[in-house]
């Protein structure tokens, strides 16, 4: 028998804010040697490029491979595509609702539900606030069918010393629940000082800060 096939993970990117998240899960999973296959939806494209100064073209060659929104009969279409799971970075309350009520009227929710339907992992990464009941129904039903719910909540006892620290630490809290094992952040328990992990910059420079060459 030959080496066990790593599996791919899908990338999802909405309209919600928060595209930096998206955009860091591809780098770390680049940096680990993983094949990514990225979908961004219409409103995703306009908030990257308002948020980061990327466009539609540049964002797509961070992935492996990168599907049209309305490609239905992309691989990810299909449960015979074998995935390590799907990540949706930032997700709608739009997302989450399709997801809650099984719909697939696009490809990132058709490979969402795809997912789900397979039993592999689904991280969504819900990006709105406050949150009224209905979102927390959508929530609730989400769960119940096999989400997983992150808000991308941050973490201050890392001590963070720039806005990628807090975008990093979440997009590596979203591999942990992939069950991808990695180093790219500092865990509780370790020394701030020795194994500061999270402070570092991945290679292609700052993520959130230098997106669009300015400091923000």
Not at 20 to 28: D, F, K, S, T, V
Not at 77 to 86: P, W
């Amino acid at each position: 028998m030959g080496a066990p096939v790593t599996r791919p993970v899908i990338v999802g990117i909405t309209g919600a804010s928060g595209a930096a998240y998206g955009l860091c899960l591809l780098e770390l999973l680049k940096q680990l040697g993983r094949q990514t296959h990225l979908i961004v939806t219409r409103p995703g494209v306009q908030v990257l490029e308002h948020e980061t100064g990327l466009d539609a073209a540049r964002v797509a060659g961070m992935a492996t491979h990168h599907w049209d929104v309305d490609d239905l009969a992309a691989p990810p279409a299909s449960g015979t595509f074998l995935t390590a799971g799907m990540v949706i970075a930032p997700c709608t309350i739009r997302t989450l609702s399709a997801v809650a009520c099984a719909r697939s009227s696009n490809l990132l929710e058709r490979a969402a539900d795809v997912t789900l339907k397979e039993r592999r992992p689904l991280v969504l990464m819900v990006r709105e606030t406050p949150l009224h009941a209905g979102h927390l129904r959508l929530m609730l039903e989400a769960a119940q069918a096999g989400a997983v719910i992150m808000p991308p909540v941050p973490a201050f006892y890392l001590r963070p010393r720039s806005l990628d620290d807090l975008v990093r630490h979440s997009a590596a809290k979203a591999l942990d629940l992939l069950g991808i094992e990695h180093d790219m952040i500092q865990r509780w328990g370790h020394d701030a000082e020795s194994d500061r992990v999270a402070s570092s910059t991945p290679p292609d420079g700052d993520i959130v800060s230098n997106a669009s060459g300015r400091n923000r």
